[in-house]
């Protein structure tokens, strides 16, 4: 004979070996993409930036969250050539935010020096290209 309990939030169902002799009856239900309890990833079914993945780091509401969100946003549905070459006003908003509030975004040290640099260039290029495309 089966039977359940409730202790504090937990409940306890006791199965008897005949309970799982009969077949489920449950119905399997849709996964909702909207439900905030269930794990998603960074980018939601529908294509959405899922600003409550653990994986961005509480980046999307700290106090440079809508800078944050607004390069984020721009670079995930950009469709130029170079994707993001089209962001570069936003990600220095952002950077530029980041930088008032050093102790919630350290700067890199010197090994990433080398890194900023390089992705400095890079953005550089990136809105020289883009000026060079519209010149033309």
């Known amino acids: 004979m089966s039977y359940c309990r409730q202790e504090g939030k937990d ?27 269930e794990e998603q990833g960074l980018i939601l079914p529908n294509g959405d930036i899922n600003w409550n993945c653990p994986c961005l780091g509480g980046m999307a509401s700290g106090p440079c969250g809508e800078q944050f969100r607004s390069a984020f946003s721009c670079f995930h549905y950009s469709t130029e050539e170079i994707k993001g070459s089209d962001c570069v006003d936003q990600f220095r908003a952002m950077q530029e935010c980041m930088q008032k509030y050093p102790d919630l975004y350290p700067q890199e040290d010197e090994n990433d020096e080398k890194s900023s640099k390089d992705l400095e260039a890079a953005s550089t290029e990136a ?10």
């Open 127 to 136: 809105s020289a290209a883009k000026e060079e495309k519209a010149s033309s």
């Open 11 to 37: 409940r306890i169902i006791f199965a008897t070996k005949e309970d799982h002799e009969t077949p489920s009856s449950a119905e399997l239900v849709a996964d909702d993409p909207d439900d905030p309890y």
